[in-house]
């Protein structure tokens, strides 16, 4: 248990206790006294959590990512170039099996496959460009 929540126990024991010691004249007044306890506990733990997650996004920022995945267009060369950089080296293999099992028909298929990969990944970057740059303009 946390020490948080010990301290809640004491006090509702506490509350309690006053309780029994002065009757239930007394009951409602002590349950809210309670109560607000517990108030002022759930806002300073939510306070602290809303100030942590603020912090972990001002550090994101700072970093220089964007905490929505939203990054300006030159951001995406690097995602680019390595993907582009993958597809070559696995075409080597590719181009030899296909080759192998279906000769020149099989490396055109095979390239063309490649090539749509790589174009399909470069217009997908593109797009979200597009659409983020028209949301921001409001169009």
Do not use: C
Request: charged residues 25%; glycine residues 10%; aromatic residues 4%.
């Amino acid at each position: 248990m946390e020490p948080r929540d010990t301290e809640l126990e004491k006090e509702l024991d506490a509350t309690l206790q006053a309780r029994r010691e002065l009757g239930t004249e007394y009951e409602s007044a002590l349950i809210e006294s309670f109560l607000e306890k517990v108030e002022q506990r759930l806002d300073a733990t939510v306070d602290r959590r809303v100030r942590r997650q603020v912090a972990e996004q001002q550090m994101i920022v700072a970093r220089g990512a964007h905490p929505g995945g939203d990054r300006p267009a030159g951001e995406h060369f690097g995602e680019r170039f390595g993907f582009a950089i993958i597809s070559m080296v696995l075409a080597i293999p590719l181009s030899a099996i296909s080759v192998v099992n279906a000769g020149l028909a099989g490396l055109a298929v095979t390239w063309a496959g490649i090539v749509g990969v790589n174009t399909a990944h470069s217009l997908r970057g593109v797009s979200r460009r597009r659409l983020h740059r028209d949301g921001a303009d409001g169009v």
